[in-house]
């Protein structure tokens, strides 16, 4: 009797355990650093923006909010970007509810990888001084601070040709891609320095 106990003894500790780990990894945010990042054309792309997971086996619970013509709670550790400086990611649910959750992140790109200009919730400004929060709040409840083109958030001053430009032109990407003309065009008409313009000759 005794030795026929153990195994279910040790499956219920093995359980128990489980739902432990489960519980504190819910409730801890996720560590992300500069290494969490990555090229955005390693990303998946949805219409015009690019998502990932930095939980594994979790990207296809992006995907489906992501594609829902409903809108939806995007899952804990999802990643989106539109350009490669500019970056939000999903913690888990209770870390910030004046963002929904969502981390906001400033970059600096370039072949060696990234590095965080500017982290955190409700207080992170872009390189143009814009307040992440501020314009994404906007965006209706269904879509979770996602603005898109058509989510109520005041527009981006970019065109469509200059944001594909950008992501083209992402400075981590090895080999780098390749800039079609009209790439190098738009990035002419980008109002500051890009973060990753192509070289210029003198
Ligand atoms: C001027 C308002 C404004 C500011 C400031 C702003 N955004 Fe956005 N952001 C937008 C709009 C509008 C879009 C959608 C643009 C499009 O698809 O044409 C967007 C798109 C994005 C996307 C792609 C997903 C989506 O919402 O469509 C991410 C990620 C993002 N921004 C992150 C940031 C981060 C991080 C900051 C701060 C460092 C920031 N944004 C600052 C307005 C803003």
Not at 5 to 10: E, K, L, Q, T, Y
Not at 113 to 139: M, P, W
Not at 163 to 188: F, G, H, N, T
Request: proline residues 10%.
């Amino acid at each position: 009797m005794k030795t026929r106990s153990r195994p279910w003894s040790a499956l219920l500790a093995v359980m128990l355990l489980g739902a432990g780990v489960g519980a504190v990894a819910a409730e801890a945010p996720i560590a992300v650093t500069a290494a969490s990042f990555k090229c955005m054309a390693t990303m998946t792309p949805v219409r015009g923006f690019y998502v990932d997971n930095l939980l594994k086996g979790s990207l296809k619970d992006t995907l489906k909010v992501a594609n829902s013509a409903q809108g939806g709670v995007y899952p804990v550790g999802s990643v989106v970007q539109l350009i490669p400086t500019e970056v939000m990611v999903k913690q888990p649910p209770g870390t910030n509810a004046a963002t929904k959750d969502w981390q906001f992140f400033e970059l600096d790109v370039s072949p060696q990888g990234s590095t965080i200009r500017h982290e955190g919730y409700t207080d992170v400004i872009n390189r143009f001084g814009g307040n992440c929060l501020g314009c994404h709040a906007a965006a209706k409840p269904q879509w979770d601070l996602v603005c898109e083109e058509s989510h109520g958030c005041a527009p981006v001053p970019l065109s469509r040709a200059t944001i594909e430009a950008l992501q083209r032109s992402d400075a981590r990407c090895v080999p780098p891609q390749k800039l079609r003309p009209q790439d190098i065009e738009a990035l002419k008409a980008f109002p500051a320095a890009p973060p990753a313009a192509p070289p210029t000759k003198p």
